[in-house]
């Protein structure tokens, strides 16, 4: 890993998956509404620790990113563990990574998408609709909104994340996309440096996927 996390790249596999299947015909992207959305509901990072659940306003977090100010404890506590420095914490949470919404929605919806979803989700507490796991189903439609204008970034997508999204910091450890190797152990297994690292994987994945097959 390079000293600056903000220019940090992918590698060109940015998930391991075993022969990779093509994505679905070409047809409309349909981008749907993070699921369980309350209206006007104000974003926020959930997360949980054993019997305890906090959240972080995203106003937080977008202050941080914006001065460096941290005026939220659990939010301090996080960028302290995530293994990078401050300064390029900020700059890499607020890159913008140009992407396709087509090319991205034709990964996304694979196999080899789903595969990746899921490995991307397993931080988080299950997230039940209708009696149905929709942990994919609502990571996925808050990539397609934020792609929607053109780039990715951390802040976009966790800006249109479901608030009922809650990462179990005691759970299974977060799986960080990116195989570079980590100059602080920290950097593999971070909240937030998952988080650095999943916009750039994205555009990575949108880039290399196969393009749709088309209608004879």
Same mark, same amino acid.
């Given at each position: 890993m390079g000293? @600056?996390v903000? +220019?940090?790249?992918p590698s @060109?596999?940015?998930l391991?998956v075993?022969d990779?299947a093509p994505?679905?015909?070409?047809g409309?992207v349909i &981008?749907?509404?993070a699921?369980? %959305?309350?209206?006007?509901a104000t974003?926020t990072?959930? /997360? +949980?620790s054993?019997a305890? $659940? ?6 937080? $977090?977008q202050?941080?990113v914006?001065?460096? =100010?941290?005026?939220?404890r659990q939010?301090?506590? /996080?960028? +302290?563990n @995530?293994?990078w420095?401050d300064?390029?914490? !900020?700059a #890499?949470l607020?890159?913008p990574?140009?992407?396709?919404? &087509?090319? /991205?929605?034709?990964?996304l919806?694979?196999p080899?998408?789903? #595969?990746?979803?899921q490995q ?5 507490r ?6 149905r796991?929709v !942990?994919?189903e609502?990571l ?6 934020t792609?929607e204008?053109g =780039?990715?970034?951390a802040?976009?997508?966790l800006r %249109?994340?479901?608030t =009922?999204?809650?990462v %179990?910091l005691?759970?299974?450890?977060t799986q960080?996309?990116s195989?570079?190797p980590?100059e602080?152990?920290?950097?593999? =297994?971070s909240? /937030?440096?998952w988080w &650095?690292?999943l916009p #750039?994987?994205l555009q990575a994945a #949108?880039?290399?996927?196969p393009a749709?097959?088309?209608?004879p």
């Amino acid at each position: 890993m390079g000293s @600056s996390v903000g +220019a940090a790249e992918p590698s @060109s596999a940015p998930l391991a998956v075993e022969d990779p299947a093509p994505a679905q015909p070409a047809g409309p992207v349909i &981008v749907p509404p993070a699921p369980l %959305e309350p209206p006007g509901a104000t974003q926020t990072l959930r /997360l +949980a620790s054993g019997a305890e $659940l906090w959240t972080i306003p995203y106003a937080a $977090l977008q202050q941080f990113v914006a001065d460096g =100010t941290i005026n939220d404890r659990q939010l301090l506590q /996080l960028a +302290a563990n @995530s293994g990078w420095p401050d300064d390029q914490l !900020r700059a #890499a949470l607020a890159k913008p990574y140009a992407v396709g919404l &087509v090319p /991205l929605a034709n990964f996304l919806y694979s196999p080899a998408g789903v #595969a990746f979803l899921q490995q991307q989700t397993q931080a988080f507490r299950p997230l039940m609709a209708r009696g149905r796991d929709v !942990r994919v189903e609502g990571l996925r439609a808050a990539i397609l909104r934020t792609a929607e204008g053109g =780039t990715i970034s951390a802040m976009a997508i966790l800006r %249109e994340l479901p608030t =009922t999204f809650v990462v %179990e910091l005691g759970g299974p450890p977060t799986q960080r996309c990116s195989s570079l190797p980590c100059e602080n152990p920290a950097q593999c =297994t971070s909240t /937030l440096s998952w988080w &650095v690292f999943l916009p #750039a994987c994205l555009q990575a994945a #949108a880039m290399n996927a196969p393009a749709a097959a088309t209608a004879p």
